[in-house]
């Protein structure tokens, strides 16, 4: 698209960053209620907001962790994934959905995405099954939930389990079920920049009950520490554990967080809306996910649009105070996944066009505005 005005920042723009934390007032209390207590590390909170969790899921049992990655690692163990079995996973997401299905020796396969919603295609979900495969890999792109019907039907066909990396997602829904429900292993993100964070952490969200007790033991060197502190543990360790657990700390920040998570998705679904709003309709950009909304409730972590002469238009954003990035790159350009390369041809056509713009409570409908009507003079 051809530029007019590109201008420098004006004294009276202030400069918009790409993410922001959202810490809640209360939290600095909290933290040091928690500081003058016996509980810093894992204790009654780390309970506390899992029951919480669970509450707001409506099913299932949840296991707070230390990361993201700590529960995708702990969910393909409890979904039976082993040395050289094949998962089918996304081509496009943050390298900690992937990464620990080395540290196990399985194969990610990676599928092609949407290129409407930059989700995992089911289409070539179907087509790379084999008698390896094991379980499939979801993840809600920006917080727009993946086609868990055709997943689900594809999994249950070929008796797969399904993982959601729901890391951008908390809140989200598809066909009026909560994302934590869609599928038989869920894993959210508490870090620094996610929707509420914990400083750094992560929970796993099960379906079996069953299931999330053996979860809580490989949580903590394969002890069951309720027995432990019952007083009746065998003194034995019979599983390969990690040391994955959350801390009251982390807890207590959580539970601030999830005080006011209906306002918080409130303020982004606002901004996600106006971006589609006002950027709709402009010749050569797209806005992702905009037409694949009518079955499901974005959570609104991301706003991505899709445009030619990407480096331009981000040049010309930063010339005005304005953040922008890519945030998230294919997996399959990393070496470290170099003996399981594919071309894609969904991602291959969208890779030099996707961009992320601002998005975070520091971020007015205002804000969104001055971005829109940067955007619109060209660039």
């Not at 939930?145 to 249950?156: F, T």
């Not at 959570?299 to 899709?306: D, E, F, R, V």
Request: proline share 4%; with cysteine.
């Amino acid at each position: 698209m051809s530029s007019t005005n590109m201008g420098v920042t004006s004294e009276n723009e202030s400069p918009v960053v790409l993410f922001h934390p959202f810490v809640p007032e209360e939290t600095a209390a909290k933290v040091a209620e928690v500081l003058s207590t016996r509980w810093i590390g894992q204790g009654p909170l780390v309970d506390a907001f899992e029951a919480e969790f669970e509450t707001m899921v409506g099913k299932g049992k949840s296991l707070a962790v230390g990361s993201g990655t700590d529960a995708l690692h702990l969910a393909y163990l409890l979904a039976g994934v082993g040395p050289g079995d094949e998962v089918i996973c996304p081509v496009f997401t943050c390298t900690a959905t992937n990464l620990p299905l080395l540290y196990i020796g399985a194969i990610p396969v990676f599928a092609d995405i949407d290129p409407k919603t930059m989700n995992i295609s089911p289409e070539s979900i179907r087509s790379l099954i084999t008698e390896k495969t094991k379980a499939i890999v979801t993840v809600d792109y920006g917080g727009l939930p993946c086609d868990y019907a055709e997943i689900n039907a594809i999994a249950k066909e070929f008796d797969l389990k399904v993982i959601d990396d729901a890391a951008h997602a908390i809140g989200a829904e598809y066909r009026d079920s909560q994302i934590g429900t869609l599928a038989d292993f869920t894993t959210y993100s508490f870090q620094a920049i996610k929707h509420i964070t914990t400083g750094d952490g992560g929970l796993l969200h099960v379906r079996d009950p069953e299931i999330a007790e053996k979860g809580k033991r490989l949580r903590w060197f394969g002890i069951d520490r309720k027995a432990k502190f019952s007083g009746i543990w065998a003194n034995d360790i019979t599983e390969i554990g990690f040391k994955y657990q959350m801390t009251d700390i982390g807890a207590a920040m959580g539970l601030a967080g999830l005080s006011h998570l209906p306002m918080v998705l409130s303020h982004r679904r606002k901004l996600l809306e106006k971006y589609e709003n006002e950027l709709h309709g402009i010749s050569g950009l797209y806005n992702v996910g905009s037409e694949s909304q009518e079955d499901r409730v974005h959570s609104a972590w991301l706003h991505t649009i899709l445009v030619d002469s990407r480096e331009e238009l981000q040049t010309k954003l930063k010339s005005h105070g304005v953040e922008s990035g890519q945030v998230h790159y294919r997996n399959d350009m990393y070496t470290v996944f170099g003996n399981y390369r594919e071309y894609l041809t969904n991602m291959d056509a969208v890779e030099s066009k996707y961009l992320v713009l601002p998005l975070h409570l520091k971020v007015s409908e205002k804000d969104v505005e001055r971005i829109c009507q940067i955007i619109k003079t060209g660039w």
